[in-house]
């Protein structure tokens, strides 16, 4: 084996510049896809970080049905104390779930006593919500020094796009009017304690208030949750703790479902893309190996028929023949993608190192690539692979070869 | 029984859909240990006939008996096993493996026979190198050396695998006068040495005189056979 890979080497070298140069093709491609990859994943991971962690969380688990008629923001789809208590169980016992965060979610107007606009409110435990989506408070510009108290009963924060179109500055009341379930009318007053930055772009209305608020606002003797923000201890474990919720909602008794930020958010098909053209740069690396070592390796066995004859003649078996060209493509392989990966790597380093920073629709992004060395193994044998793959014709052809008349090849 | 027995063999090569036919009902027999010599113009079935005792090729009719074996029944991988073993080749253009030294070269078809230890190995390759002069040109690339070297390490890369025939096409086509000779006294002394048979086909019909038995080829038939003294009595 040792042999075969010397003499392999030594035949990619006899030709140095068409070597070279079809493996920094090779490299380039491998280049393209670990920078690409790194960017991708890094803006993907960075958008997902920003939703699940200032709106919407991991994870949310709402009354069976409600997904559904989410646009609508239904109060009558909720789970009472005992169902809320049974889901609560639930997620305390999951030892994935690091906190979770009540809601109710509600439409209601806003008023300024001279002006009236609409409001996507949630009613939410500020303390609950702070250690599920922990970037909250980020976009969240108060009069509170505390951040532990960004909200309090009585208060409201209200969306960007609402101060302005309203006039409204911290610290003016205003007045919540809404209807609550059996179809009441009811208002309370509020303060505006902050203004927050929507992550959901300039059409975004939802503000924040106190539970107790809530409750009182739409005439509840007890909280009736809409909605069940989870945030997990690891991201990567999003898929098995859906699966573990997923079965236990699955009874007929059980009145939660559950459902992972994907299905929740509008960003999930962005992602979706992302890993799409991730794929098709992929497709041109491999499109670029397959016809590189092809290419390459039809030359290279059209060029040696005569040395094929002799070593034919003096008793190698057509086997190790196949192996010998199949071991130079992959040779190939193995070169370029070694060069393409540290080439990769480096540019990946030098952008980590000058950091691009980007507004994405309303928010800053702040790029710091990096590849999972999965992705980089992945890539490694992808190549390493097409290149076995685009070396077995040449090389079956030269195994083939009936030496008499290879001798005779000029 | 003899080593090379060749029995009515004929060979026919289809031309663009015209048969044409390169050995003509040829039989003949081969003794071991001997030094023999095809001669014949071009044409005449020389490389078709040690094509064929070198189980490159296979007859069209007859039978080729290589050392017993009946070439025609062997498949590519039996045919490329029993080279290794039992034959060692010298080709008129040398065919040195480019990306090999001297040493490799020789070395190459050891490697295809499993059997051959590291040590024992390198022992042949250094012996045979010395045999043939080209001991100090060991780790030269074949780009380095003269022809008439690098035919000397075909001769010492044919015999490296101790086989009982070497065969050698034209193996002195392509070297001057004074280089053929020096090339074809080492071929002889090889044979002395390891008792290998040895048969090569030439035009040179100074080179032929060489060989203790000469075959004269012409249109796919011998026309004249004999040993070394008759021979050259008949020239």
Known sequence: ?410 | MSLIHLQEVTKTYNTAGVPVAALKNLSLSIERQTFVSFIGPSGSGKSTLLNLIGTLDKPTGGKVLVDGVDVATLNRSDAAAFRGNTIGFVFQNFNLIPVLNVYENVEYPLLMLKHVPVKERRERILNLLDKVGMLDQKDKYPNQISGGQKQRVAVARALVTNPKIVLADEPTANLDHATAFKVISIMHEMQKTFGTTFVFSTHDPKIVGEAELIYTLEDGFIINNGRKEQNRSTR
């Open chain 1, 1 to 410: 084996m040792r042999n075969l890979i010397k003499i392999a080497v030594r035949n990619l070298f006899r030709y140095n510049r068409r070597t070279l140069l079809t493996s920094s093709l090779i490299a380039f491609g491998v280049v393209l896809v670990i920078v690409f990859g790194g960017l991708a994943i890094s803006f993907k991971t960075q958008m997902v970080g920003v939703i699940t962690n200032t709106a919407l969380g991991d994870l949310q688990i709402h009354k069976k049905g409600y997904v559904e008629s989410i646009d609508n923001l239904p109060l009558n789809l909720s789970l009472s104390e005992s169902e809320y208590a049974a889901v609560e169980q639930v997620l305390r016992e999951m030892p994935e779930v690091e906190a979770y965060s009540p809601r109710i979610k509600f439409g209601a107007m806003i008023s300024n006593y001279a002006q009236t606009s609409n409001i996507r409110l949630s009613a939410i435990r500020p303390e609950m919500e702070q250690k599920t989506v922990t970037d909250l408070v980020k976009r969240i510009k108060n009069d509170s020094a505390e951040s532990g108290a960004f909200l309090r009963p009585g208060e409201i924060v209200v969306p960007e796009n609402l101060m302005k179109g309203l006039g409204l500055n911290i610290g003016d009341e205003i007045v919540l009017i809404a209807t609550n379930k059996d179809g009441s009318v009811n208002g309370i007053p509020v303060r505006i304690s902050g203004v927050i930055e929507s992550v959901l772009g300039p059409m975004g209305k939802d503000g924040y208030i106190h539970i107790t608020d809530a409750m009182a606002l739409l005439r509840m003797d007890k909280a009736e949750i809409i909605e069940i923000a989870v945030k997990l201890k690891r991201f990567e474990e999003l898929g098995n703790v859906y699966q573990t919720l997923k079965r236990s909602f699955d009874s007929a008794e059980s009145v939660a479902e559950v459902h992972t930020w994907e299905e929740l958010s509008p960003f999930s098909s962005v992602a979706r893309i992302v890993d799409l053209l991730i794929i098709v740069v992929k497709f041109i690396l491999i499109s670029i190996v397959l016809v590189s070592i092809l290419n390459i390796m039809t030359m290279s066995v059209f060029e040696r028929v005569a040395e094929i004859g002799t070593i034919a003649a003096i008793g190698t078996p057509p086997g190790r023949i196949l192996s010998m060209f199949l071991l130079e493509g992959f040779s190939m392989g193995l070169l370029s993608t070694a060069g393409g990966v540290l080439v990769g790597l480096g540019i990946i380093w030098l952008m980590n190192f000058t950091r691009i920073n980007f507004r994405f629709g309303p928010m800053d992004v702040s790029l710091a690539p990096s590849i999972p060395a999965s992705e980089v193994i992945v890539t490694m044998v992808i190549v390493m692979l097409v290149s076995l793959f685009a070396s077995f014709h040449p090389a079956y052809k030269a195994a083939r070869m009936e030496p008499v008349d290879a001798l005779g090849h000029v």
